[in-house]
């Protein structure tokens, strides 16, 4: 018989590395020129990142809680669950599977494409459309830029089959690769790059018509995009040594790292253009790079900003197939999500279902339309969770942590207040996106009623 069995193979380290792997990626290179449009002034532009730090540490403090009563592999799901009951946490599986992770991927991988066109490009998915097929209503992206990313997809995919300890290893040097590159990238850019530091008196004409407000509240879903990967270590508990110990050190940890980054290459990038030269730019990391260094320069940087992405496309990659082995173990997933590779203990076929989902939506999909739709659909299960914890906390042998006990209720509720007031200026604004988020929720309950629920009763018999 089949040992369906995860092994405690990560330490703090390996777990700090794959909150930060998940959160220093995509959002922080491509966001900041819809912000610089949306905006229009370098003081909202950084400071919305501080307003998002803040929220994501709110939240993974609660999480750190979570994760210790729970140290079990899943995130959400194992939450909403014990929380809401199983349907909820069905629900939060298939999100998951399509926006937390498949969708998220797909922008990582288009990203690296975007920052590749620096050299060649061909290789820019938004100069793709020549290549585009349409089929009805679908439109199918064909072009270099898109063939790419989803070639980029399937070499992680492949690489994740092997396991988690390899795929670690690996995770630890991509990630301190993504480092090293950004730390070099500040440090030489403020030190002898070409920059110009009347750029933070001047504003850009904005693009979005919504008072600067209401527009700060929608623009939180592209930080919040660029934030999201906060709780990635509780996805993988089971894998972690010491969980109660671990987690709470790794997504504090990381999620500070991440912001201090975050808050500075913000004002590196304006230290290098003028807001209304950023506008609409999606690789804003290689435009700030060549204003600095000159074209030879710039583009080394450049090509460093595209493979760290690759941290970022190998953590997602091996962070999503564990919450579809937990739900699947547990009898709320398909039952073929629980095979391991008879030799390298992987859920290898969670593994290659996502890798192809990925590549469906890289095809079918636009970078902005997916980064609206992972920003607003995945956050508000995130704040489910987190409303969870006052259910919990009436429990007799629930272990308070004394990061949430401090001014309790304070953080839970600042978290859960901040999502849903963001939740309600998107929806009016953006409904678009909105509406595909709660399409993909009623068709996670869909198959809940249709498929799950009648495999447990017919288990049950």
Known sequence: MEEHRLTRQLGTISATALVVSNMIGTGIFTTSGYLAGD???????VGIWFAGALVALAGALCY???????????????????????????????????????AAIATSALAISAYLGYFYPALDPRQAAASDVAIGPLVLHLGGGHLLA??????????NVFGVGEVAKLQNFLTGGKLLVLVLFLVLGFAVGQGDWTHFSQTAARTSTNPVA???????VFVYFGYSG?????????????PSRTLPVALVLGTVVVAVFYAALNCLYIYAN??????????VGAQASTALFGDAAGGLFAAAMAASLLATVNAMSMVGPRVYYAMARDGAFFRVATRLHPKWKSPWITVIAQGLCCCVLIITGTFESLVYYIGFTLWLFTALSVLALFKFRKRPDWQPTRWVSFAYPLIPLLYVA??????????????????WSLLTVLGGALLYHLYIRRSRRSRAK
């Open 39 to 45: 905006l229009g002034t370098p003081r909202l532009v």
């Open 64 to 102: 750190a809680e979570l994760g210790s009563n729970f140290p079990r592999s899943g995130g959400e799901y194992v939450y909403l669950t014990e929380a809401w009951g199983p349907a909820w946490g069905f629900v939060d599986g298939w999100v998951s599977f399509v926006a937390g992770f498949s």
């Open 150 to 159: 989803c070639a980029v997809v399937l070499l992680f995919t492949a690489l």
């Open 214 to 220: 209401a527009q700060f509240l929608i623009s939180l």
């Open 230 to 242: 906060w709780n990635a270590a509780v996805y993988v508990a089971e894998e972690i040594r010491d």
């Open 274 to 283: 003028p807001l209304e030269s950023m506008k609409g730019v999606d690789a």
């Open 418 to 435: 901040a999502n849903l007031l963001v939740f309600v200026y998107f929806v009016n604004s953006r409904r678009g996106e909105a509406a």
